[in-house]
């Protein structure tokens, strides 16, 4: 199960609970997603975009995708994840 939220419920989230972790997934075609563990909670959360709210966003830099989640939270841990990426 994929839950999403926009950029500024996730601020919320994570200013009033906290977050274990961020971790940037590397998706095909070179895009990124970011999501969230907040604590308290057992779901990821993917930072979704602001027309559909059910899709997690796709970041076309690496860099961007890190900015954006640390401004929404400065987790003790942030992860890159490359496993999805495409296979050369």
């Keep these: 199960m994929?839950?999403?939220a926009r950029y500024d419920v996730l601020?919320?989230?994570a200013h009033a609970s906290g977050?274990?972790?961020i971790t940037?997934?590397?998706i095909?075609?070179?895009k990124y997603q970011v999501s969230f563990r907040i604590k308290n909670q057992e779901h990821e959360w993917y930072l979704s975009t602001l027309r559909n709210k059910s899709k997690p966003?796709?970041?076309v830099n690496l860099g961007a995708?890190?900015?954006i989640a640390y401004g929404i939270a400065?987790?003790?841990i942030m992860i890159v994840n490359m496993s999805k990426a495409l296979q050369k």
């Design 74 to 76: 400065q987790a003790p």
């Design 65 to 67: 995708a890190a900015h």
């Design 28 to 30: 095909p075609n070179k």
């Design 57 to 59: 966003r796709a970041f």
């Design 11 to 13: 601020r919320a989230l």
């Design 19 to 21: 977050v274990e972790q």
């Design 24 to 26: 940037l997934w590397a």
């Design 2 to 4: 994929t839950v999403c």
